[in-house]
């Protein structure tokens, strides 16, 4: 680990930082990373429709299928990929050849179904990936949605995010699943200050979505130590299952619905949050194999 985080260094060193490159040397890519401590909770399909409401707000945006094992960005917007990551890393393709244009107002790399450890990949490979993705700095804003649970590579993707989005229900399961992700993230990525925020899916009331999140925040100010702040919620609603049926973004197929109403007054908020100064691509590469790990 602490190899590949010397050679990727390495390589930054080789080819400089492609934001310095851009045309506005003061451009700074936000990347957020949804993930969740378990399936079912919605993150796909909030990290799907949270970019189309950032598209909407003019923003360059590209979503990234970070799940490695079962990619399935892809059913939700209807599309068939050719190409993945997986090619990228293995430089049959650069990142142009497989980045995908999207009815929608955004861009979509497609997951590597099937690879399942981006730390140990050679150094050619990761020389690939490092080079690639440094291409994706012109973007405003990169989401990433993760893996559902604590594998390695979600951890290298939270590690490497400027902030991070756990999605949770007011299903018990959910909220104990959720603590332990965080839990996780907190506790097995050393000399970290991860920037987790937390989002509640399928609340019936506003006042349901700040109970959830009051208590899963308490929790962990109190037995871990850590501060995590509650982004907003979105209310259950009938139009997120027919989107998903019809493979459609409820925010294209309802653009009034209480969901996309709710994320679009997250991603308000959102914006209303100044960046940090070790933000962007270059910095995101830096980081992404950096993160130590409790032995």
Same mark, same amino acid.
């Given at each position: 680990?602490?190899?590949?985080?010397?050679?990727?260094?390495?390589?930054?060193?080789?080819?400089?930082?492609?934001?310095?490159?851009?045309?506005?040397?003061?451009?700074?890519?936000?990347?957020?990373?949804?993930?969740?401590?378990?399936?079912?909770?919605?993150? *796909?399909?909030?990290? #799907? !429709?949270?970019? %189309?409401?950032?598209?909407? &707000?003019?923003?360059? @945006?590209?979503?990234? $299928?970070?799940?490695?094992?079962?990619?399935?960005?892809?059913?939700?917007?209807?599309?068939?990929?050719?190409?993945?990551?997986?090619?990228?890393?293995?430089?049959?393709?650069?990142?142009?050849?497989?980045?995908?244009?999207?009815?929608?107002?955004?861009?979509?790399?497609?997951?590597?179904?099937?690879?399942?450890?981006?730390?140990?990949?050679?150094?050619?490979?990761?020389?690939?990936?490092?080079?690639?993705?440094?291409?994706?700095?012109?973007?405003?804003?990169?989401?990433?949605?993760?893996?559902?649970?604590?594998?390695?590579?979600?951890?290298?993707?939270?590690?490497?995010?400027?902030?991070?989005?756990?999605?949770?229900?007011?299903?018990?399961?959910?909220?104990?699943?959720?603590?332990?992700?965080?839990?996780?993230? *907190?506790?097995?990525? #050393? !000399?970290?200050? %991860?920037?987790?925020?937390? &989002?509640?899916?399928? @609340?019936?009331?506003? $006042?349901?979505?700040?109970?959830?999140?009051?208590?899963?925040?308490?929790?962990?100010?109190?037995?871990?130590?850590?501060?995590?702040?509650?982004?907003?919620?979105?209310?259950?609603?009938?139009?997120?299952?027919?989107?998903?049926?019809?493979?459609?973004?409820?925010?294209?197929?309802?653009?009034?619905?209480?969901?996309?109403?709710?994320?679009?007054?997250?991603?308000?908020?959102?914006?209303?949050?100044?960046?940090?100064?070790?933000?962007?691509?270059?910095?995101?590469?830096?980081?992404?194999?950096?993160?130590?790990?409790?032995?």
């Amino acid at each position: 680990m602490e190899e590949q985080a010397k050679e990727l260094r390495e390589f930054m060193n080789n080819y400089g930082e492609s934001e310095n490159d851009s045309k506005s040397k003061n451009h700074k890519t936000r990347i957020i990373a949804i993930t969740s401590g378990k399936g079912g909770v919605g993150k *796909t399909n909030l990290a #799907v !429709n949270m970019s %189309i409401a950032y598209a909407q &707000l003019g923003k360059k @945006v590209i979503l990234i $299928d970070g799940d490695l094992g079962m990619a399935n960005v892809n059913v939700l917007l209807n599309i068939v990929p050719q190409y993945n990551l997986m090619q990228v890393i293995n430089g049959q393709k650069k990142m142009s050849e497989i980045i995908l244009d999207t009815e929608f107002g955004i861009k979509f790399i497609a997951g590597a179904n099937g690879f399942s450890k981006i730390a140990n990949l050679s150094k050619e490979e990761l020389d690939n990936f490092a080079r690639e993705f440094s291409s994706l700095s012109n973007a405003d804003i990169i989401i990433i949605d993760t893996a559902a649970g604590i594998a390695d590579n979600v951890l290298q993707f939270v590690a490497a995010a400027d902030e991070v989005y756990v999605v949770t229900t007011p299903e018990p399961t959910a909220i104990t699943d959720a603590y332990g992700i965080i839990k996780t993230i *907190t506790t097995e990525l #050393v !000399n970290r200050e %991860i920037n987790l925020k937390l &989002l509640v899916n399928r @609340v019936h009331s506003a $006042d349901e979505g700040k109970r959830i999140s009051d208590r899963i925040i308490n929790i962990v100010a109190q037995f871990l130590n850590y501060k995590v702040e509650y982004i907003g919620f979105v209310y259950d609603d009938s139009v997120v299952q027919a989107s998903v049926i019809r493979q459609k973004p409820f925010m294209i197929v309802n653009p009034t619905s209480k969901p996309a109403v709710c994320l679009k007054h997250i991603v308000g908020r959102i914006e209303k949050t100044d960046l940090t100064g070790n933000a962007g691509v270059s910095n995101f590469l830096k980081k992404f194999l950096g993160g130590k790990r409790k032995n």
